[in-house]
């Protein structure tokens, strides 16, 4: 499963930006958009996607896409 | 089988590859796009490939499924095909029998990127009408506040509301535009800092005052309350008077309606029962603080209780989960009933609620076809426990014609056959007289619900349509985008619960018109036959008895008034909206004459249904000049003038001006003025009392009884 690929689905959509294409690195520094209520959204689109819930010291550690990859592979149990 | 879902989707990609995934896919029974939507990042390396891409395309053709018709679409879309991928959506969307709110928001996107703004946002509304999860609003949120930016959307009415709370509202932005756009409105927002809504309120020079909101809304929560298991009353009491206070201290500046939400009941405690049962208990006193606030509401105030937001979603305000991890209350699965509930009070406070519920017949108000299986055969009613779930719909039906909206019936039967359950069955409760209108033939619906709307003096926005029959409501909503399509599915259950969660009955006050409306509306359809027998239109209006009075604008009607002011759009020469504290204002005031008119006739009481306003000096200025459209074509407007002339002639003006303003939906009295003897003078029309006699309406008699309040 290339949750990457999942990842740039959610952002795309939340963003609305069609052309939107995130990597590991992409951050709060790199994605002028991705503010505290933004990160709030993509925290609650992450949880629906896979039917996981992040803990909250994992929602306060999340600082990139790479997180997000972390995290829901740790929650999936890989 | 039910539709794919996500998991599905990825294991298939995962063991029979993007290709084998594709097929199996395709014949999968039900369709649901968010699944889909994973299926499209399976095949992506695939589009760029010629081969395959070319291979994937033929498959996809040659497919009869819905899922195929999605899948070109949403490749179309990728590829910047822009037009091709709308042209599919369309297909798409006319195929499935109910919406698929998260296809249609991604039709809606195309169409946005090709600027025509008019049909996302139709389209939008579609996706909203079925209530998605607060899921969806995310991903439509950026969408939805583009289209609000743009020029080419016309709204019904533009709203500055005002959001303040004691915690932070940040994400009460998103499903408030996405209300708001199923409601028609633009909402130009403003958002108190977090938690300082006293700082806002006080602060004479805050972000709040200079905003100047039409509406605000008060978000508290029951953490303000300083909960312990025993012992807030003080803490409830004080709180609750501070709100209160804070609600004058905003209608004295703006003159706005307040919309107070109350407190949610924590999570559970662990006092357990004892929490309810002991006086000074928290869930209690909880319950104390909301009624405290609910209580003697002043007016321009309504509440919003979270427990009702709760029942419509499902879920409850209060988590522990979301408040320690973002805290955000209300709790975003409860987001969009808060939004809907919020903006139906809005709307209603606005006058743009609609106005009448259009009801099937068959499987919608009883069970089974009535012009086959007969009296006898209908599911009415105990024991069967569908039977009992018609008449639950038919009770609900019942108290909001109570309450002012008006009942009628659009149902494709012979006449005879169709009024036979109200004539002849016990079970019924509704009764042909609960309906202002009845229409059964075999005529499509569009053009009955069309019919409907003229025979009712209506705009087809005023209509709510509920059919068990998804071909039906697909073709309504087709052909009259303007209509309310009731999602509910075709279980008696579901459609009652489709009607509470739409909240598009909202009400906030209740003034005598309400409780009245029908027996007037069922008066317009009589007046309508009188209409067809009579030789002529005189002989007609003379033939109708009708008796009009007028007097000042004072508490007893101001509700009312207000309620006309914001809600008639068409004979409405200016288009003015006052808020009730802004009418207040103007009544009082020695400046200005503001009148309310009622009208009788021999089938019944029209209640208050004329208004005008005019700004008194040496010459007199029209400001506004208004009547509801159910006493169209009776010459009312020309009593109503005859009264203001007579007034203004009394107190010595020597001269009564005034000027059209025309909007979307006024036409109807662009020549109002002239029509009434008024010369045109610039683009003022203008009467001279000095050398101008003042005619009074020959059909209309005045009843003077009133004249003693002036």
Known sequence: MDILADLSRIFREIFDDEALSVTVETGPDTLEDWDSIAQVKLVLAVEMEYGIRFTTDEVAGIHCVGDFVTLVNRHLGR | MAAPTRDLVKFAAATLGARGAVERILAWPGFAAEAIDTLIDAIRPLLTEPVQRAELDTLLSASVSVTARYLQARLAQIDGRREDAAAAYDILRDALAEPEPFALLHHARVLADLGRTAEAIRTLRLALAAHPPYGFVVKAERLIARLFRSPDWVPVRRLRLALLGSSSTALLPGPLMAAALRAGIALDLYEGGYGAWRQEILDPGSGLHAFAPETVLILVNHRDLAASPRGVAAQGESLCRELRDAWTALQDRHACHVIQCGFDLPQDGAWGALEDQLADGRRRLTIQANLRLSADLPSGVSFLDPARVARLSGAPLASDEEWMRFRQYPATPSLPAFADLVMAQCRAVLGLAPKVLALDLDNTLWGGVIG????????????????????????????????????????????????????????????????????????????????????????????????????????????????????????????????????????????????????????????????????????????????????????????????????????????????????????????????????????????????????????????????????????????????????????????????????????????????????????????????????????????ASNRGRD
């Not at chain 2, 009400?507 to 009188?530: F, G, W």
């Not at chain 2, 006739?601 to 700004?615: E, K, M, T, Y």
């Open chain 2, 372 to 703: 086959e299986d007969g009296l006898a055969g209908l599911k009415l009613g105990a024991p069967d426990p569908q039977g009992e779930a018609y008449l639950a719909l038919q009770d609900f039906a019942l108290d909001l014609k109570a309450r002012g909206v008006i009942l009628a019936i659009c149902s494709k039967n012979n006449l005879e056959d169709a009024q036979a359950p109200f004539l002849g069955h016990d079970a019924m409760r509704l009764r042909l007289a609960d309906f202002a209108a009845f229409r059964a033939n075999w005529d499509d619906k569009a053009t009955n619900l069309a019919a409907l709307a003229d025979e009712l003096n209506l705009g087809l926005d005023a209509i709510v349509f509920l059919d068990d029959n998804p071909l039906e409501r697909a073709w309504v909503r087709s052909r009259l985008p303007q209509v309310t399509v009731v999602e509910g599915g075709d279980d008696p259950w579901r459609m009652l619960q489709a009607l509470r969660r739409g909240c598009y009955f909202e009400v906030v006050t209740l003034t005598a018109e309400d409780v009245n409306r029908h027996a007037s509306y069922a008066a317009t359809a009589a007046t309508r036959q009188l209409q067809e027998g009579a030789g002529s239109v005189e002989e007609f209006l003379a033939g109708l008895g009708m008796v009009a009075e007028h007097g000042p604008v004072d508490e007893t009607t101001l509700t009312r008034v207000t309620q006309l002011i914001n809600k008639t759009n068409q004979f409405n020469l200016t288009t003015r909206r006052y808020t009730e504290a802004e009418v207040r204002q103007m009544a009082a005031s020695p400046e200005w004459w503001c009148r309310w008119f009622r009208l009788s006739d021999r089938f019944g009481d029209h209640g208050l249904i004329g208004l005008v306003f005019a700004r008194k000096d040496a010459v007199w200025r029209i400001d506004t000049f208004l009547m509801s459209c159910r006493v169209l074509g009776r010459r009312m407007e020309d009593f109503m003038a005859a009264a203001l002339l007579t007034a203004a002639k009394a107190e010595g003006a020597g001269r009564v001006t005034g000027r059209y303003h025309p909007t979307a939906k006024n036409g109807l009295v662009a020549d109002l003025l002239p029509r009434l003897g008024f010369a045109p003078e610039g683009e003022d029309s203008c009467w001279d009392l000095v050398t101008k006699p003042i005619a009074a309406c020959p059909f209309i008699a005045e009843d």
